[in-house]
């Protein structure tokens, strides 16, 4: 085969992830670079005796290559448009609607790594995880535009400046340009900004777990630390807890949501919004509560930070396991990729045997159907999730 973009070829005996299509190519197992690549640009993989293998992005990373065909070289407006209908073709399949909030691509989950996409009631907000990703967004615009127009696609959001190494704007790039959009998600009405919320504007992963507690909060006076914008305090109330206090470092979260919450329940709801250090707050003395949940930001960016982030992790539910009332419930979460499922039960267990409590797990808490996992690659499986009762 001949080749007219850049190569990258394997070192002897490095090729087994490749062999087993593991979608990232790490800079330690290429043993040549020819064509000199740019960052973002379409390299060949080869085999270490020359054979083509894969194509993908190339990256100025640990990960020099984000793998997008083992099947083909030929990367074109038509694969993309096989990938981006398979993505779409799968949420319908698993019951997922335009008048919905959901993963609509979920990077390697969809075999499209670096990019994901999250649909808002009609809003698409696209987010790219490389440069080369991001220079295909007005590409992937005209066929989301395109595949999407039977969901009722209004308007298309890029949300890649924090993410996109190379740097990006947000904003609008097609369709109508509201300032916040209204979502609903289990009959609660939720504001999102785009331009300021974090990820692609909400939580999108959660979907499933904030229909749980739904279903768990009647009575109960529920603590949800890390709250952000309410997600899990709108279930709580809408599934009739008796009082719900959302904690948050961030003034613009709480002031959301506040506004979910009067939205939703009017202004006389039994909820309190309180601005703080979640860690401080939970070491003071606190209210009873014999709900929490635990929902924090990623401890552990990468192994190198695993043993702190792990550290972290321990404090706060050790610090849940004590306070919780006999029969209490706990929801605790870690979306660190760098901490695997086994890390995050040995955490709570030894939590547990800290806090001196019995605690027994009643269901494990993964993402949902619409975050995909690829079976070659299990690092995308980065929420891990328990829900405990404690004794």
């Not at 330690?28 to 005796?49: F, H, I, K, S, T």
């Not at 083909?72 to 038509?78: G, K």
């Not at 959009?181 to 904030?210: A, P, S």
């Not at 004590?322 to 890390?343: H, I, K, N, W, Y």
Request: hydrophobic letters at 40%; one cysteine or more.
């Amino acid at each position: 085969m001949a080749y007219d973009r850049p190569t990258l070829t394997i070192a002897a005996g490095r090729e087994k992830a490749l062999l087993r299509h593991h979608p990232w190519v790490f800079s330690g197992a290429v043993r040549r670079v020819d064509g000199n690549p740019q960052e973002g640009d379409l390299v060949d993989v080869l085999l270490p005796d020359g054979r083509w293998v894969a194509t993908g992005h190339y990256q100025n990373d640990s990960i020099v290559c984000k793998v997008l065909s083992f099947d083909t070289p030929n990367i074109d407006e038509a694969f993309f448009r096989q990938r981006l209908a398979s993505a779409i073709d799968y949420r319908w399949r698993m019951g997922l609607r335009g008048d919905g909030v959901f993963r609509m691509v979920h990077a390697e989950g969809d075999y499209l790594p670096g990019l994901v996409c999250d649909w808002y009631n009609g809003v698409l907000v696209v987010q790219a995880h490389s440069v080369g990703m991001h220079r295909l967004v007005p590409m992937l615009t005209q066929l989301f535009v395109e595949l999407l127009a039977p969901w009722g696609i209004k308007a298309v959001f890029d949300k890649s400046s924090a993410t996109c190494p190379g740097g990006a704007t947000d904003g609008y790039v097609w369709g109508i340009e509201p300032q916040e959009w209204e979502i609903c998600e289990h009959g609660n009405r939720m504001l999102i900004n785009f331009y300021e919320g974090q990820k692609t504007g909400f939580f999108v992963d959660q979907r499933e777990n904030r229909h749980l507690v739904m279903q768990l909060a009647a009575g109960q006076r529920v603590l949800n630390c890390f709250g952000y914008t309410g997600g899990f305090s709108l279930a709580a109330l809408r599934g009739g807890a008796s009082f719900v206090e959302t904690v948050d470092i961030s003034r613009k979260a709480i002031d959301l949501c506040n506004r979910n919450v009067e939205l939703n329940f009017g202004p006389e709801a039994p909820h309190k919004g309180t601005v703080a250090d979640v860690l401080k707050y939970l070491a003071s003395d606190l209210s009873p509560f014999n709900f929490i949940i635990l929902d924090p930001p990623a401890f552990a960016k990468n192994h190198r930070s695993l043993q702190a982030g792990l550290k972290g992790y321990r404090s706060i539910n050790q610090r849940a396991l004590e306070v919780l009332p006999e029969g209490g419930l706990l929801m605790t979460f870690s979306c660190s990729q760098a901490v695997s499922r086994d890390d995050f039960q040995t955490m709570v267990f030894t939590a547990a045997m800290n806090a001196h409590r019995r605690v027994r797990i009643v269901r494990q808490l993964p993402h949902a159907v619409d975050h995909p996992v690829s079976i070659c690659h299990p690092e995308g499986e980065y929420l891990k999730g328990l829900l405990l009762q404690v004794e």
